[in-house]
């Protein structure tokens, strides 16, 4: 009986980033919502390296440690605000990202641990989620200090 190469869903995702990118911007172009903000690949795809580091340095993690908060999260955030998204822009690509890590796994299912999958796609799901919420609350300061500037008229 052959073994197989078995792999952590960490291991997995830090080999497959540059596809797992590839494969979310392919999603987000199809998103007449986003994709209508012009921006170039690079723009659109350069906090993506940082967040999925930080879900794989989540998955990382001993069971039971408290991650620490996303700071490419909150310069995300900040960025988006500037670019031009809406809040509802910001949760779909994040839905996105989420929808193409699954899509990643299961392309690479005969390479996964069985016994640690669902473990780490619940992991996944949380930090993806923190992420945006991180994300979401400096969208929503740089708002409020856009509109009290522009209420005092500086």
């Known amino acids: 009986m052959r073994s197989r190469n078995v792999e952590s869903v960490a291991d ?4 497959e980033t540059h596809p ?15 994709s209508h ?25 001993d069971k039971g440690t408290k991650a620490p908060i996303s700071k490419a999260a909150a310069r995300h955030g900040d960025l988006r605000h500037k670019q031009g998204y809406t809040a509802a822009m910001m949760i779909e690509e ?19 641990e069985f016994s640690e999958l669902l473990p780490d796609v619940v992991t996944i799901a949380d930090e993806v989620d923190a992420q945006l919420k991180e994300q979401m609350v400096r969208f929503m300061a740089a708002d409020a200090a856009e509109r009290v500037k522009g209420i005092s008229g500086d």
Not at 12 to 15: A, S
Not at 20 to 31: D, H, Q
Not at 94 to 112: A, H
């Open 12 to 15: 997995i995702l830090q080999r």
């Open 37 to 61: 903000i012009p921006l170039s690949n690079k723009e659109r795809t350069g906090h993506l390296p940082h967040l999925i580091q930080d879900v794989i340095h989540r998955l990382r993690l």
């Open 94 to 112: 994040s839905r996105l990202l989420q929808v193409s890590i699954f899509t990643m796994l299961n392309e690479n299912l005969k390479r996964l």
């Open 20 to 34: 797992l990118i590839a494969g979310w911007l392919a999603r987000v172009e199809n998103e007449s919502d986003i």
